[in-house]
């Protein structure tokens, strides 16, 4: 098994590289890869003490990133090595500021284990989520790196366990010290196939989240255009949402309401086709002509999203008509409005409670769209924010929960 593994990886390098050619996502990730061992030889001393936390992709950072930032406050004598094995992640948080060192996790070989070992040796090696590199796993663990995965959460379909997935299972038991997961369900599976190393401490992005609602800044523009209104808020939209959208506002949006669009994809072009689709008064971040009286308001720049749902009186999440599914539902539900998003959901966890709770309201179709929407605009919405609540008072605290058993190493 370990040798078809290491074939998989080495078709997957060589099908990137090709990739790279005609794709600017999988260019950057050969082009940031060939930096990594110079890099990591420039920044790290010798005698001085790291933890390394690796993310997959830009999500994944949100869930680490109260373990970071927490570590490094509690502990400054530790400095902090962040990976990330996607160019969406490495791009954007390449200059974060919490780490001494970012770069890109190499390809999962055994000789670009071993040659990272050679330069670089953690006290500590912290997974965020997934993301099991077997080779770099098997090298790092044999070295005596104590190494944990956070915010996990397992699925009965996944390969561990079924009964071919034998060897990726043992790679779990035998590299993994402890598994920090988001549910019960997630550690009665990995009980049944004998993986014991396991505390039920929930996902860190509900911190993240509260940390960033507690510390919200107030945007001028946003009030300026909100006023007096009521305000939807629609998050990391992708064109399936937007075409729903599109209908509603242009025929049915009551004069007492505006819409902010933070699209997922923010091309100029993209944008401009967006734009044009309204009917009624429309402007945007980058232009902010005439805030008071348009209607639709498109934020054309990145970093504003979770500070702007602290103004929303309903949010909209993008993603759910997509297979990989819906977006960050947290970020809107930590300021207690209720959320619309598209039917693929099921796999993750916090929405799974937000809509038990009834703060989550999924919809299949415009039909259904519409029909949630009516029933919002005609409810007490402030009845959410207790809903919401219920759910952030269950889930607080799974940052602490993971520092206090890392300070007993």
Known sequence: MQLFYNIGIKAMSVGIK??????????????????????????????????????????????????????????????????????SGYEIRKNYNQADLVFYIPFDTPKNAKKLLQVFKPKLWILVKYDYWY???????????????????????????????????????????????????????????????VSVVGDTRFDRVWQIADNAESLSWVETFKNENNLIVIGSSWKEDEDLWIKWINEKLPNNWKVIIAPHEMTYKSIIELKNQFKVGVTTYKNQNDLQNSKVLIVDAIGFLSKIYAYADMAYVGGGFNKSGVHNTLEPAVFGVPII?????????????????????????????????????NSELSSFKPKAKKVFDKNLGATNKILNWIEGL
Do not use: M
């Open 135 to 197: 080779n770099h796993l098997k090298t790092f663990k044999k070295a005596n790196v104590p190494i944990i995965v956070i915010s996990s959460i397992f699925r009965e379909n996944q390969i561990y366990f079924k009964p071919y997935g034998k060897w990726f299972t043992r790679q779990l038991k035998e590299n993994l010290a402890h598994f920090f997961i988001q549910n019960e369900k997630s550690k009665n599976l990995l009980q049944n196939i004998d993986i014991n190393q």
């Open 341 to 377: 998003i598209g039917p693929h959901y099921q796999k993750f966890n916090e929405v799974l409670e937000l809509k038990n709770e009834g703060v989550i309201l999924p919809i299949k179709d415009y039909t259904s769209f519409e029909q949630v929407l009516d029933n919002l605009i």
């Open 18 to 87: 090709i990739l790279s050619f005609f794709n600017e996502k999988a260019k950057k990730s050969i082009e940031g890869r060939k930096h990594t061992f110079d890099l990591i030889k420039k920044t790290v001393k010798k005698d001085e003490n790291w933890v390394w936390i690796h993310c997959s992709s830009l999500g994944e950072f949100e869930q680490g990133r109260p373990v970071i930032e927490t570590l490094k406050k509690k502990h400054s004598n530790y400095k902090i090595a962040l990976s990330f094995f996607s160019p």
